[in-house]
């Protein structure tokens, strides 16, 4: 089964902090590296940050280096984004998503399967 299901979005303050969960099937933990990305209403979708098959690749977008960051749980099939320093530019539905050639980084034609979104509101 090829399936990523996102998970803890909501709302919060400004400077506020939250952490999202991305689930993936055996498959795709096996197969592929996972990347997050958010589109906000009237913008495209932006590569934010992504991780390889192991920890220590990641890369992040220019708009979120420093205060968000990107980890992996292998027990769980899990990567998690914790988003630091919230700002109301932060607003978006966040997706993850599953990508099979490294190289291409943060570019969206390289990410195959995509997970429902879930949606970060930075409000006060």
């Known amino acids: 089964q090829l399936q990523l299901v996102e998970s803890g979005g909501g709302l919060v303050q400004p400077g506020g902090s939250l952490r999202l969960s991305c689930a993936a099937s055996e498959f795709i933990w096996s197969h592929y590296h996972i990347g997050w990305f958010r589109q906000a209403p009237g913008k495209e979708r932006e590569g934010i940050s992504c991780i390889g098959r192991t920890e220590t690749n990641t890369k992040y977008a220019d708009s979120v280096k420093g205060r968000f960051t990107i980890s992996r749980d292998n027990a769980k099939n899990t990567v998690y984004l914790q988003m630091n320093n919230l700002t109301p530019e932060d607003t978006a539905v966040y997706y993850c998503?599953?990508?099979?050639?490294?190289?291409?980084?943060?570019?969206?034609?390289?990410?195959?399967?995509w997970g429902q979104g879930t949606q970060v509101t930075v409000s006060s």
């Open positions: 998503a599953a990508g099979s050639n490294w190289a291409y980084g943060l570019e969206t034609k390289a990410y195959l399967y």
